[in-house]
């Protein structure tokens, strides 16, 4: 035994290989809860006797449309970052990374403005209920995604923080696109099943 | 491998302290969660004797009916998410690195995070005894419309502590599934296959993955719960278009599986403890190593059988009916596998064997009980009455809770290097297996004659049964002190424990009792054949006879 494994002080630090795994795992976790608000929202829909609240005939389209296409190209050009990253180019890197970070912020923008014109607030029934729990708890996992994208760009500019390994980058990433997939489904979901 | 270094020289003894601050050492933490664990089993025990106290005479004399909703609330609350679950993530804590060879957890960090979290949603719990209202007083599952009634008015009420602490209680035990799956995935010791894993791994596997899959959905469901409470949302509001319904699908799509998640492990138990007292090797480790995840996939989807009164469809009640009685199939595969274990064995009736024994004899009756209640008629039947408060407590105290005490007894030595007593342990097995009974028998009958449950006064004709379980529940109260006396004297002062006292097969009693801080370091040793082979004299490991040479000679020099 080499004590020089541990620190003597007793704590134990995770060894990095361990983390994509882990991610991995918890985002399939998380897949669930978003599983169970759109079976929620399909079981109210289906079953609703006034979907719609008075006054509201529908849910407008095309602004949302523009936002998923931003929003989903967002995930090729951090796909791109990640491709420039394992070149070793670091300033393609960045920029493509600040740019998908740009179009994140984009979006969190289109649907902020998206609400303010809504005439349906949370209260109204159980369509603007889940309407609202739906983009905003996705609009949170966007924030969630911009933050630690921005975490990792920090990261990148420590001299040879990512020599061993992009499990942070790999991980970010891969949250990204989920962040999209999911976004796709609402999509279908809110705005074309209408 | 070298077996130079190994074991280590023993070193100064760590401190208490660190059982009381942020350590990242899975064996700490093992211990801070049992410990905490068994505090809040206290206080549920308390509020238990309090509702057996209530129920021994018809009248409500004891406590005030609205007090009396709001403890059966809160020990159900308590006893789940604050006293079995954290005991399991304990013991998981404890034996998943030491069987897998493993020198700690993957994330030692979220480990000591996801531990810390249960003190602080126990304290949110608590805290709710203390605001306008009391405690949530809607059962342990909170459906609508009952739970979002608030009447009290306040933003702060019992319920709303109640659905945030169920839903902080879900992350911790996120964090500890992530941790529990990478660590056996990703950390296993060199020549330790899938299939040469201990069952008690392959069972905490199977019920940390239920963990995964089910948590989330309560969670979303306890999210909507929570905004229809406060912020006047009608997801489950049927004045507002919302379906009640709905909730009861996301609470039971996973407090079913949570069952299991409480089960499994205590069959990993079983399977790791019959062999050893039986001096047999496991009889079809693979079927039962692989029925675990039968279990899994079957539990998944067998939810709605807590709901055939609920207005459900008649084609779903057949479907969950005809799902939930296959699960008697892999339950069956295990039950049959201990008994051919124990068959023909050479028996050893220590302290965890008896609660082994007893345990498996409890279950096996929950079982029958369970095929029972997943017959649609008889279920609807004796919906809401005593006899599924009997089932229930028939697998939560009869099996799974005998089977964390059997645990307990068998691993005390290698984790706290000292021997618990027998007589005491013994004394308490009995005090625990007629309590039981003596408890939760008699709620079957009274089911059957009609009794519901969550009510404080009853017909007299109920009450020769009602004191026969209320002296049980008061004997089981009893059976916590001969334990309690057991541990602490063991601990302190009890003979000291070789690193095999009981002659196991396992890499975990291949190291000191106590094991030191990152167990194996960097020999781990290389696992050459199957867990359990007792009697066969087969190896475990590579140089197995050296590492138990040298740990003798380090006992010797003790």
Redesign the interface.
Known sequence: MTATTLPQDGQHEAHPKHNLTGFIIFLCSESVIFLAFFSGYALLKTSALNWLPAGVDGLEWRMPLVNTVVLVSSSGTIALAEHFKSREKMALFRGFWILSMAMGAYFLYGQAVEWSGLKFGLTSGTFGGTFFLLTGFHGLHVATGILLMGLMLIKSFIPGNYSGGEQGLQATSLFWHFVDVIWIILFLLIYVWQ | MTIT????EPKPE?GWS?YFGF????KVIGIQYIVTAFFFFLIGGLLAMVIRGELITPASDLVDRAVYNGIYTMHGTIMLFLFIFPVLNGLNNLLIPTMIGA????????NAVAFWLVPIFGSLLMASFLVPGGPAYSGWWSYPPVSIQNPVGHLLNGQGLWITAVALSGVSS?MG???F??TI???RAPGMSITRMPVYCWTALAAQSLQ??????L???A??LL?DLS?????YRPE????PV?YQH?FW?YSHPAVYVIILPVFGVFSELFPVYSRKPLFGYLYVALASFIIVGLGLIVWVHHMFPSGVAQWMRNLFMVTTMLIAVPTGVKVFAWLGTIWGGKLRLTTPMLFCLGGLFNFVFAGITGIMLATVPVDIHVSNTYFVVGHFHYVIYGAAVMGIFAAIYHWFPKFTGRMPYEGLGKLHCLLTFVGANMNFLPMHPLGLMGMPRRVSSYDPEFTFWNVVASLGAFLLGVSIIPFLLNMVSSWIRGPKATHNPWNAIGLEWLLPSPP???NF???VPTVISRPYGYGTGEPLVEHQVEIERRLELLEASA
């Open positions: 270094t190994f074991p280590p760590p660190r350590c990242t050492d899975a020198p700690d957890m993957a994330f030692p960090r979220l996120i599934a992530i941790n799956v990478t995935l990703r950390m995964l899959i089910g948590l989330p959905a969670t979303g469901g999210i909507m905004m912020f006047g949302t009608s997801f507002g278009g919302g379906d709905l996301f799509f030191p801080e990152d370091g960097e020999e």
